[in-house]
C-alpha cells in the first residue's frame, strides 16, 4: 500500500474543515449573550430557555415529529418492498419503468416534485395538511430506503435463503426468519434517513401543506428570510444534537450486529469442522 | 393452497410499490402537463377541452378544463423565463464543476487513508448530509454577511481593508452548492477509487509512468464511473434548487426554482408554474434517464 502523502492529509483536512467550520460556529454563536450573531458577548443559555416560551415553534416541531415518524415508518416498508422487488425479480413486466421510479426521486428537483404532489392532492380533492405532507414524504422518502436496502440485499448469500427454501420454509418465513434480521441494519439506517429527510424537507412541505400544519423547517425558512438571530441558532443546534445522536446510535448499533454476525460466523464454522 | 399464497405475497411485494410510486410520483406529472395546458382560472372563458382526462376530478379541476398551448407561448415570449433557465444551466454546471474541484481530492485523500481509519472518514463525510439542508445554509449567511464571521476575519488579518460582499451575489450561490452537495460528489468517488486495484499504479511506474502520467492514464479513467455519478447528482437537483438562491443569493440572480416558487406562491398562477415545470423536467429528462442507467449499471456490477 502506497502511504498516505501529505497531499492527500492536506485534502481530507481542508475539506473536512469546510465541510464543518460553518456548523460549528452557528453551534458557537447559539451560545453568544450579544443578540448579534456575529459579534461574541459571553456565553449564555438564554436563546434556549426562550424557545420553551415560543408556543408557535413548539407546535411546529410536534408537528414534524409526528410527520418523520409516520412517514419514516411507512417509508420503510415500502422502500425495503421496492428494494426486494428490484433484487430479487429481475424479470417482471415494467421492470424498467419502476427501477425508473425508484431512482428519479432522488434526484428530482424539490420544486417539481412538490408542485406534482400538491397538483394530486388538489385533483383527488384531499384536504391538505398533516396528511398531505406525510403522503408526500413517504413518497420521496422511501426511494432512499429502498437504495440503501438494495445495497445491503446485492451483498447478501442468496443461498442461505435457497436453503431454507429447500427445507420447506414458505418464502414469508424465509423472510422473516432469514433475510429480514440480516438486512435488518440497512432496514434501520434506512429508517432514520427517511426521518432525517422528512425532519429537513422545506420546499415539498411548503407545496403540499395547508392550514394549520406547519412544519419546522417552514417555521425556520420564515425567520430567516427577516434576518439571522441566536434564536435560530439555538434551534438548528437543537436539530443537528438530535441527528448526531441518531445517527451516532444507529453507528454503535449497526458495528455490534455487525461484530455479533462475525462471531456468529466464526462458532458456526468451529462447530461444523 | 400454499403456493398460490406465497405467489401472491411475491407479486405483492412487487405491487404495492409499484403501485404507489405510479399513483404519487408518475401520476401527478401528468396532471402537471395537463394544468399546464388549461388557462388561468379567473382571466378565460371557459371553452371545451380537446379531449378529457380528467373524468371524475372536481372542483378547481372543473373550470380549468380548457386546453391550451398558451402558457407555453408566454414562458417563450418572456424572456425572464429564458434567461432564468440558462442562468439556472450556467450556474449548475459552475458549481458542480467547482465540487468536482474540490470533492476528488477529498475522495483520493480518502481512499488513500489508512484501512483503518477509512470508515470513520466515510462517516464524517455523510454526517452533514443527514444535519439539515436548511440550516447548512443558514450558517452561510452569517459567515458571508458584509458584517460576517469571513469579513471580520480577513479585516483583523489585515488582507482586506473593506469588507467583501459576497452575501447576494452568485459568489455566495456557488460556495452554498459546493457546500451543500459536496458529500454527493465525494461519496461515489470515493467507493469508485477505493475498490481500484492498486497494482495498477504501480504496473503503470514499472512501465515507466510518472506518478502524474500514472494518475491521469490510471487513477482517473478509473475513477470516471463515480465522477460521472457524483456530477450527475449535484447537476440535476442543482438546476432546480430554490433554497440556495433564496437564501444566499440576490435580487438579480435568477434561477429557475426559484421563479417558479414565486410564480406558485406569490403570483398564485397554478397553470404557468406548471408549465415551468413541464419545460424544466423537459431539460433534465435526458440527465435523468443517464443518471437511471448508470445508478442501474452499478448495481447490476454489484451482484
Known amino acids: 500500500m502506497e502511504k498516505w502523502s501529505r497531499f492527500n492529509i492536506a485534502s481530507v483536512v481542508l475539506g473536512f474543515g469546510f465541510l464543518y467550520l460553518p456548523i460549528v460556529l452557528l453551534v458557537i454563536f447559539s451560545f453568544n449573550e ?50 426486494l422487488a428490484l433484487v430479487r425479480y429481475s424479470r417482471f413486466r415494467g421492470r424498467v419503468l419502476f427501477s425508473g421510479m425508484v431512482y428519479a426521486p432522488l434526484v428530482m428537483p424539490e420544486v417539481i416534485t412538490g408542485l406534482s404532489l400538491l397538483l394530486l392532492f388538489v385533483a383527488i380533492g384531499l384536504d391538505r395538511g398533516f396528511w398531505t405532507i406525510t403522503l408526500a414524504h413517504i413518497t420521496f422518502t422511501m426511494c432512499f430506503v429502498a437504495v440503501v436496502v438494495q445495497s445491503r440485499l446485492l451483498s447478501f448469500d442468496q443461498s442461505i435463503e435457497e436453503a431454507a427454501l429447500d427445507l420447506g420454509a414458505t418464502p414469508v418465513r424465509t423472510f422473516f426468519a432469514i433475510t429480514l434480521p440480516v438486512i435488518a441494519p440497512a432496514v434501520f439506517s434506512g429508517w432514520v434517513l ?14 403540499t401543506t395547508g392550514p ?41 448499533v449497526t458495528k455490534r450486529r455487525e461484530v455479533q454476525r462475525e462471531r456468529d460466523e466464526r462458532a458456526a464454522v468451529a462447530a461444523s469442522g | 393452497m400454499a403456493k398460490l399464497a406465497s405467489a401472491l405475497v411475491g407479486r405483492l411485494v412487487i405491487i404495492v410499490p409499484y403501485a404507489w410510486l405510479l399513483f404519487f410520483f408518475l401520476i401527478p406529472f401528468f396532471i402537471v402537463f ?43 415570449e418572456d424572456v425572464l423565463y429564458f434567461n432564468a433557465y440558462v442562468s439556472s444551466l450556467i450556474i449548475a454546471a459552475i458549481s458542480t464543476f467547482l465540487t468536482l474541484l474540490i470533492g476528488f481530492p477529498i475522495a483520493y485523500g480518502m481512499a488513500k487513508a489508512p484501512r483503518s481509519i477509512r470508515p470513520t472518514l466515510l462517516m464524517l463525510v455523510i454526517l452533514p448530509f443527514w444535519t439539515s439542508f436548511l440550516i447548512r445554509v443558514y450558517a452561510w449567511i ?9 469579513n471580520q476575519f480577513l479585516i483583523t488579518f489585515g488582507v482586506i481593508d473593506q469588507p467583501l460582499i459576497i452575501l447576494n451575489t452568485n459568489t455566495a450561490i456557488y460556495i452554498g452548492i459546493v457546500y451543500s452537495y459536496l458529500p454527493f460528489m465525494v461519496l461515489p468517488i470515493y467507493s469508485a477509487l477505493e475498490k481500484m486495484d492498486h497494482s495498477l499504479i504501480e504496473a503503470a511506474q514499472d512501465l515507466g509512468c510518472t506518478p502524474v502520467s500514472a494518475f491521469w492514464r490510471v487513477t482517473f479513467p478509473l475513477s470516471l464511473p463515480g465522477v460521472v455519478a457524483g456530477c450527475l447528482l449535484v447537476f ?68
Open chain 1, 34 to 83: 450579544s443578540k448579534l450573531v456575529t459579534v461574541w458577548a459571553g456565553f449564555s443559555t438564554k436563546w434556549y430557555t426562550q424557545l420553551w416560551h415560543n408556543q408557535g415553534l413548539l407546535d411546529a416541531a410536534w408537528v414534524t415529529i409526528r410527520v418523520g415518524l409516520l412517514s419514516a415508518t411507512c417509508a420503510t416498508v415500502l422502500g425495503t418492498l421496492a428494494a
Open chain 1, 194 to 207: 427517511a426521518f432525517t429527510l422528512s425532519l429537513d424537507d422545506l420546499v415539498i412541505s411548503s407545496f
Open chain 1, 212 to 252: 394549520g400544519a406547519t412544519t419546522l423547517p417552514m417555521k425556520i425558512y420564515s425567520q430567516v428570510r427577516l434576518g439571522v438571530t441566536p434564536e435560530i441558532n439555538a434551534i438548528c443546534t437543537i436539530l443537528i444534537g438530535i441527528v448526531a445522536l441518531g445517527v451516532i446510535v444507529a453507528s454503535i
Open chain 2, 34 to 76: 395537463r394544468i399546464s395546458l388549461s388557462e388561468t382560472a379567473i382571466a378565460m372563458p371557459p371553452y371545451t377541452p380537446v379531449f378529457d382526462l380528467a373524468g371524475g376530478l372536481a372542483g378547481i379541476l372543473e373550470k380549468m378544463r380548457e386546453f391550451s398551448a398558451d402558457n407555453y407561448v408566454w414562458l417563450t
Open chain 2, 142 to 150: 452569517a459567515i458571508l454577511k458584509p458584517e460576517g464571521l469571513l
Open chain 2, 236 to 303: 440535476i437537483p442543482a438546476v432546480g434548487e430554490f433554497v440556495i438562491p433564496d437564501l444566499l443569493g440576490g435580487s438579480e440572480t435568477l434561477m429557475i426554482g426559484k421563479t417558479l416558487w414565486n410564480e406558485f406562491n406569490a403570483n398564485r398562477d397554478w397553470p404557468v408554474s406548471s408549465a415551468v415545470a413541464t419545460v424544466l423536467l423537459l431539460i433534465l429528462v435526458i440527465p435523468i434517464v443517464y443518471f437511471q442507467n448508470v445508478q442501474a449499471k452499478a448495481d447490476g456490477e454489484g451482484k
